[in-house]
């Protein structure tokens, strides 16, 4: 079926304003991830979501970041007042396991691009 | 804390040269690893991975890499690299239990006619 999809492709925004991002992952798969990658950096793990389990937050850079599922498949990502250093490619990703314990494949969609001014 | 190096952040070769990417990890018990691959202007795709079995795993496109248990690593290599190989490569662990990935910082390769 389809992959990954995440929307927008590109965002542009103010500093202080706050931003939804948003994935759609693929269908069937219960695991969805997102992560963050800056110019030079690799990808920054933010946080995990696994069917009807607690949400992994433990790499949420701060309380400005949040996210949420929806029915198990949707998430959003939202970052509210929008700093300067948030600037950076946000990607999603989805599995239908866990990379650790089953080493299943995490799919990734084409990110959206943040640039906060 | 789990960490994964790559220490070639930029490599150059020219068509049909070997190309060998490294890639160490620091966590000592049970491991999968990954390497995922960034063409331009695309998504991050899989290459290959190693969950169990035979440590040297063939990935798409001639890419191999080999799990080297007493050396933390686990290299990429490919004997001939094309042009079309040029792209943005990222090694990736996973323990046991992890839910998630923990990726090196990327090598940019490119390849030159």
Known sequence: GAGVSQSPSNKVTEKGKDVELRCDPISGH?????????????????????????????GLPSDRFSAERTGGSVST???????????AVYLCASSLGL???????QYFGPGTRLLVL | AQSVSQHNHHVILSEA???????????????????????????LQLLLKYFSGDPLVK?????????????????????????SDTAEYFCAAATGTASKLTFGTGTRLQVTL
């Not at chain 1, 990379?99 to 494949?105: A, F, I, N, R, V």
């Not at chain 2, 040269?17 to 998504?43: D, I, K, M, R």
């Open chain 1, 30 to 58: 219960t695991a969805l991830y997102w992560y963050r990658q800056s110019l030079g950096q690799g990808l920054e793990f933010l946080i995990y979501f696994q069917g009807n389990s607690a949400p992994d937050k433990s």
């Open chain 1, 77 to 87: 990502l939202t970052i509210q007042r929008t700093q300067q250093e948030d600037s």
């Open chain 1, 99 to 105: 990379p650790g314990l089953d080493g299943e494949t």
């Open chain 2, 17 to 43: 040269a070997s190309l060998e990417l490294g890639c160490n990890y620091s966590y000592g018990g049970t491991v999968n690893l990954f390497w995922y691959v960034q063409y331009p202007g695309q998504h």
């Open chain 2, 59 to 83: 990935g798409i496109k001639g890419f191999e890499a080999e799990f080297i248990k007493s050396k933390f690593s686990f290299n990429l290599r490919k004997p001939s690299v094309q042009w």
